[in-house]
């Protein structure tokens, strides 16, 4: 049975399912000066709307505009989302789209942002170009970051005093990353980071081979491909001995592509064609290596104890070429209030990164770690709950949308 302490009490923790829970801690109050019980009271309402608007959308609820920000000169796309029907400065979100070729404009996080925005925010979401072609890219990360906040920071119709920024995936823990920047840090006043990594090794490890680790207790799952392929997309070339595999970096880059085009989980044998045709433009050396990362779903997965070695290499040399992938030299330096949540079931990183992540932030800046079964990026997402697990998770999911909608508040 899967107990996880909190790090350093009295930070709430939300255990995953179907582990018993304990006596819930008291939250901390992040509204220290907005006591009044009418801003209490106001509370409720905001997730009210917010349900409203995920599960039955109006149109005319929220309004949402394209506009531009100004990233080192270069004028990006952005959508900026506001409730209709509210007048006068409201807390602002940035919120980040993370590694999908869809980027600002995915259905799920325009389903997700809308609701957001119903609940009484401003939300802008940058488009970022490097992300939207499914390159990793952390270089450009703290400026991209750094310009969306300022963007959001010039409008006039947000609280300047409640900005949040909201990341999801890879975009969570590039998140805490840039709001180390002294001009990030001092234009935030909370981060939302959701289904984010601490341990770029063990996030290779675990999409190539589903293994991953917490206190002495270890899961295997079924990963979901489309990490790896991402993964190898993105470094094979730069492993040594690999400089030449360019032809299979580029055939299970494509198959992420397709992944994100049919918007199909990845392990669907919808892709069995796509993988033989891919597999014909590598060169009939390098076909090992490929049938390894994509290989079809009539055949059993790779060998562990192959697919284990080669991680660690393709994690070592994403991080000699983006040293920035790596969060361990910047997470003790975040200043800003932050919370955590991941999917218990999640197939592309799983939820004991986020733990990591709560143990190795400052306890003066956690607000919160939740654990929950329902959302993630792929995978089970409630299946099997039946009625009580749904409206157990329910409840932890909506004490997360809580703490959330109160976050910007230093």
Not at 20 to 29: F, G, L, S
Request: with cysteine; net charge positive; proline share 10%.
């Amino acid at each position: 049975m899967l107990t996880i302490p909190s790090p350093v009490q009295p930070h709430p923790l939300s255990y995953p399912y179907p582990c018993p829970r304990p006596a819930r801690a008291r939250i901390p109050d992040l509204y220290p000066c907005l006591r009044p019980a009418s801003r209490v009271g106001s509370r409720m309402p905001s997730l009210l709307r917010f349900f409203r608007e995920y599960y039955r959308p109006d149109p005319a609820a929220v309004v949402a505009e394209d506009t531009t920000y100004d990233r080192d000169g270069v004028a990006l796309p952005a959508t900026v989302f506001r409730p209709a029907r509210k007048r006068g400065a409201l807390p602002g979100w940035v919120v980040l789209h993370g590694l999908t070729y869809t980027g600002r404009e995915h259905p799920s996080l325009v389903r997700f942002v809308r609701a957001i925005a119903a609940a009484g925010n401003v939300v802008l979401v940058p488009d970022i170009p490097e992300w939207r072609a499914l390159r990793v890219a952390p270089a450009v990360t703290i400026g991209t970051i750094r310009a969306a906040v300022r963007a959001l920071q010039a409008r006039t119709d947000i609280e300047h005093e409640h900005a949040g920024l909201f990341g999801f995936s890879f975009g969570a823990t590039q998140a805490l990353i840039a709001s180390t920047d002294s001009d990030v840090g001092s234009r935030l006043h909370g981060i939302a980071a959701w289904g984010g990594y601490a341990d770029v090794h063990r996030l290779f490890r675990y999409g190539m081979i589903g293994a991953h680790e917490l206190d002495g207790q270890h899961w295997t799952d079924r990963p979901d491909p489309y990490g790896c392929w991402i993964m190898a997309g993105n470094y094979l070339t730069h492993m040594p001995g690999f400089d030449d595999h360019g032809d299979v970096a580029t055939a299970v880059y494509e198959l992420a592509l397709e992944a994100w085009r049919r918007r199909l989980f990845a392990w669907d044998p919808a892709y069995d064609p796509d993988k033989i045709r891919l597999r014909e433009q590598v060169a009939p050396a390098h076909r090992e290596l490929f049938d390894k990362l994509a290989p079809l779903t009539t055949q059993p997965p790779p060998d562990p104890t192959v697919m284990g070695p080669l991680s660690q290499q393709l994690a070592d040399a994403a991080l000699r070429v983006d040293p920035l992938f790596d969060p361990t030299p910047f997470l003790q330096h975040v200043r800003v209030p932050v919370l955590l949540a991941h999917g218990r079931h999640d197939r592309l990183i799983p939820f004991s990164e986020t733990v990591h992540l709560s143990r190795r932030l400052p306890a003066a800046v956690l607000r919160g770690t939740t654990i929950t079964a329902l959302f993630e990026h792929s995978g089970g997402a409630a299946a099997g709950l039946g009625p009580i697990g749904l409206v157990r998770e329910g409840g932890r999911f909506v004490d997360v949308l809580r703490r959330v909608l109160q976050l910007p508040v230093r």
